[in-house]
Every structure is written in C-alpha cells, then in structure tokens.
C-alpha cells in the first residue's frame, strides 16, 4: 500500500530500482515499485477483464501479481453488481453509453 508520503514512495521505488540491476530481484523490484506506487486504476483492470483476457494475463501486462488482479477484479464485480465478466463487459458498455 503507498504511503501518504511521496518522498518515501520514491525512496522506496529508487531502492528497488536499483535491487532490479541484479537479475534475482529483477521481477520483484518492479512489482514492488509498482505496490509502491499504489493500486491499478479499477477501470483499466475491468476493461481487460470485459476485454477476454485471463487474470494471469492482466497481471503480467501489469506487472502485478495474479492475487492482486483477482482481489481488485472481485471489489469491481460487487461495486457494479455483476458476477461474470460477460456481465461486466454489459456494465462497462451501459455506463460508457450513459456518458455519451
């Protein structure tokens, strides 16, 4: 979770950037640095989601874990009331249309 303190979020990111330059820690750095920087826009998440795509797949393009796609994934179905994705993809188009 970030913290309400950006120096600290940059500290933070810079050392994992830096650990990044060891092959090892390469993966861990940037989901770290990402975790840093704060959570993945729901909206984004539930497009790629409506979209077809696997939970493992959204994470790698986002370089997040597949745990933190499927709790973020799970809070966007209870906040549109939906419980499949072809239901979100209904979702996502009826609120898109409403803004037009």
């Known amino acids: 979770m970030a913290s309400r303190d950006p120096v600290a979020d940059l500290r933070r990111i810079a050392f994992y950037l830096e650990r990044a330059n060891e092959a090892t820690y390469r993966v861990r750095a940037f989901r770290s640095a990402a975790t840093a920087i704060g959570k993945v826009p729901a909206e984004e998440l539930a497009e790629r989601a409506a979209a077809g795509r696997s939970n493992r797949e959204i994470a790698a393009e986002l370089i997040v874990s597949t745990r933190t796609v499927e ?9 549109l009331e939906v419980r499949s994705r072809s239901q979100l993809a209904a979702a996502l188009r009826d609120l898109t249309s409403a803004d037009e």
Do not use: A, M, P
Request: aromatic content about 12%; overall charge positive.
């Open 71 to 79: 709790s973020q994934l799970s809070s966007v179905f209870r906040k």
